[in-house]
């Protein structure tokens, strides 16, 4: 087996002004694709794209900004793709389906890291003259073939059981949602009323310079954002805080334990509208922009049912009908007043959010075994691609390890 630096086995091409062809994607999972062949990239294409680079089938193609993550692959497709980009094309001594795997590997991602500069990981760059100074071993072509016949053959056994569980956790979710939106319906239509019937009071969080990052702190008073709303749950991550002395500068936009929140900005993974209830927090807490803290009579319609209803799939419709917005859905305080949902007894509230919340719950112990799942699976795949470019792992003897321990 020869060491040889990366230099040796790729030069770096860019041909632009190849607009007719499909523009591809690098993604961390799948390494080179078509971009329209996935519906979870959100990135716009720009409608100039001359300054796209040509892919030819068998290039190497490496996000600079994720290659850190793995972000990188061998084309299969003839494509262009950002300029961000780095192509390179791939000497004719290297299979282009091992160099795949090669590069694709923990070990190899792991030194593209190490390599990156830049001050934080969002801003990591992995530029050419690090790429090339990087060393991989490099068997025969006959012997680079024979792992990569084997590497194919486990990786798409792993991959298929990998889509196996996460298509059983999609039917799962839509399941889910399809039962939630069934019991919202479900209500009299002449129980639907607009918010505006039911608040006793609605504020939106401070706007532009009034919070910045800037005014962010270790500790303190708890900042509510767009990310802690879920859909009918409040998620915890991320907490950001400001100082107290600065608090009380902003106390007009304070949310209690047990305040609605609506978020009035959207997207395809964050429906608009969505809704949760302050839980009891630590100190405390204001919404920031974009955030609806909102309060309703409570003798007519329970927060937490609230927030189901208007998290709900043929509310989340309703609200993006009412949406403003070119590329984010957004919502003023005038819309959100407008939002109609069912108002049943208090007795059917409370029965619709014990029973929602079951159910989830219930679905969530699930869909958290499949997480586990999958990554043992995603470890799996790893292990033995490592194993099989590095030399720990005889490919002739080898066959079928993916399925050994596989998930019934």
């Known amino acids: 087996m020869n060491q040889t630096r990366l230099r040796y086995l790729l030069r770096p091409r860019e041909v632009t002004n190849r607009t007719s062809l499909q523009v591809l994607s690098v993604y961390r999972d799948h390494g080179v694709i078509p971009k329209d062949s996935r519906s979870d990239n959100f990135n716009k294409t720009p409608d100039d794209v001359t300054r796209y680079q040509e892919v030819r089938v068998g290039d190497l193609v490496v996000n600079k900004m994720k290659a850190w993550q793995g972000s990188v692959g061998v084309s299969a497709y003839h494509g262009i793709v950002s300029p961000d980009y780095l192509v390179c094309s791939v000497d004719p001594r290297v299979d282009h389906r091992y160099f795949h795997h090669l590069l694709r590997s923990a070990p190899m991602v792991a030194e593209y890291g190490s390599r990156s500069k830049g001050i934080r990981p969002a801003q990591w760059r992995l530029y050419w003259d690090d790429l090339a100074d990087v060393w991989v071993d490099l068997p025969s072509l006959d012997e680079q073939r024979r792992i990569a016949n084997f590497l194919d053959a486990e990786v798409t056994r792993i991959d298929k059981l990998v889509e196996f ?244």
């Not at 956790?169 to 019991?183: E, I, P, T, Y």
């Not at 586990?372 to 720990?392: F, N, P, S």
């Open 165 to 408: 569980r996460q298509r059983q956790r999609r039917v799962l979710k839509d399941k889910f949602k399809s039962v939630w939106g069934a019991a919202i319906l479900d209500f009299e239509a002449s129980s639907w009323l607009p918010l505006r019937r039911l608040l006793t009071a609605i504020t939106d969080g401070p706007f532009g310079s009034a919070l910045t990052s800037d005014h962010y702190s270790d500790e303190g008073a708890r900042v509510i954002r767009l990310g802690n709303i879920g859909e009918a749950r409040f998620r915890d991550a991320d907490a950001a805080y400001i100082s107290e002395e600065y608090f009380q500068d902003l106390r007009r936009h304070e949310a209690l334990a047990g305040d609605l929140i609506i978020a009035g900005l959207g997207d395809e993974n964050h429906p608009l509208g969505r809704a949760c209830v302050v839980p009891a927090l630590t100190g405390h807490a204001i919404v920031k922009a974009d955030c609806f803290r909102v309060r309703l009579d409570q003798r007519r319609i329970m927060h937490e049912y609230a927030a189901w209803a208007l998290s709900s799939p043929p509310v989340s419709t309703q609200v993006a009908e009412l949406s403003r917005g070119a590329t984010r859905a957004r919502i003023n305080l005038s819309v959100a007043r407008a939002i109609s949902i069912p108002v049943p007894t208090l007795a059917q509230q409370a029965r619709l959010v014990t029973s929602l919340s079951a159910e989830r719950l219930a679905i969530d112990e699930v869909v958290a075994v499949f997480a586990k799942q999958l990554d043992i699976l995603t470890e799996r795949r790893q292990a033995l691609i490592a194993a099989a470019v590095t030399g720990q792992l005889d490919v002739t003897t080898a066959r079928g390890l993916a399925q050994s321990g596989d998930v019934a």
